[in-house]
């Protein structure tokens, strides 16, 4: 009996992680993301280096990597080894990575 709850709770709590996992990700409209696209081509920015971040999907940005705003849109963007970069201001996380 002790088995079958260990295995149940450890079902719980996997399905309970897939869960917040697809409660973080972010869906970009396709207008936003015109406007995002257009934006960031009109307006370029020199682009940094962030000593000891990987770059990907998630990662949380320093507090120091300067944030650009687009214009109606809620998101931020910066330029880090030449990707364009879409972050989330709040949590200064990676949203979007534009090759």
Same mark, same amino acid.
């Given at each position: 009996?002790?088995?079958?709850?260990? +295995?149940?709770? +450890?079902?719980?709590?996997?399905?309970?992680?897939?869960?917040?996992?697809?409660? $973080?990700? &972010?869906?970009?409209?396709?207008?936003?993301?015109?406007? #995002?696209? $257009?934006?960031?081509?009109?307006?370029?920015?020199?682009? =940094?280096?962030?000593?000891?971040?990987? !770059?990907? #999907?998630?990662?949380?940005?320093?507090?120091? =990597?300067? !944030?650009? $705003?687009?214009?109606? =849109?809620?998101?931020?963007?910066?330029? #880090?080894?030449?990707?364009?970069?879409?972050?989330?201001?709040?949590?200064?996380? =990676? &949203?979007?990575?534009?090759?």
């Amino acid at each position: 009996m002790k088995l079958h709850l260990s +295995a149940a709770a +450890a079902a719980f709590f996997l399905l309970a992680g897939v869960g917040v996992a697809a409660a $973080e990700d &972010i869906i970009i409209q396709p207008e936003q993301e015109t406007v #995002i696209r $257009e934006y960031v081509k009109k307006q370029p920015l020199a682009s =940094v280096k962030v000593p000891g971040v990987e !770059l990907n #999907i998630g990662t949380a940005l320093p507090d120091t =990597v300067e !944030l650009r $705003e687009v214009p109606n =849109v809620k998101y931020r963007y910066v330029v #880090i080894d030449n990707r364009t970069v879409l972050v989330d201001p709040t949590t200064h996380k =990676v &949203i979007k990575i534009y090759d």
